[in-house]
């Protein structure tokens, strides 16, 4: 029978306490440690966000051109070239183990990048769109856009340069509202407009 004396002797044993702070400890430790691993892809997605958008804002836009599109030449060569406002989506990257920024070697994406050209609005900026692979193997990263050619179709094309899973996500998805909203702000600002 329990009695108020043998409960008073089992919580005056250290020990006792200290296999119950270690199991609490270690609950804490598991529990952090499972929510750290699906942290870590989302911070991993976000900087390969981050490095396409800078590569591709900083590229001359002859490197992701597309259909002979170019931004209009400077009235004189003092003029600042026109920035390029970028926004992009990641459908994968390879290896799909890589756990850094450094182990990523191939991106597969989408980017919609328009010319800001001085007081130009976003609806009659010049714009460079499409799937998009970087091999981030190189510095600076290289950009490879999806075209159709005279003899090859553009859907033919895309599942060519892309792995399956990636050029059917290609074929169907572009930016998501946020980073569409987010591009037409920075344009605006970058405009100014």
Known sequence: ???????????????????????????????????????????????????MRTTLERADPGQHNHAGHTAQPAATEEAAKPTVICGVRVYGYEPAEASTLADVRTVYGFHLCGVAEQKRPWDWAVKLAGPVIMDMSTDPPGIQVVEATADVRFVDRLREMFPDTYAELAAREALAESEMADLRRRYDAAAGL
């Open 1 to 51: 029978m329990n009695t108020r004396e043998s409960f008073a002797g089992w919580y005056r044993n250290r020990f006792v306490w200290v296999a119950a702070v270690l199991a609490v400890t270690a609950g804490a430790v598991l529990l952090t440690t499972s929510a750290g691993s699906d942290a870590e892809p989302t911070d991993l997605q976000a900087q390969i966000l981050t490095r």
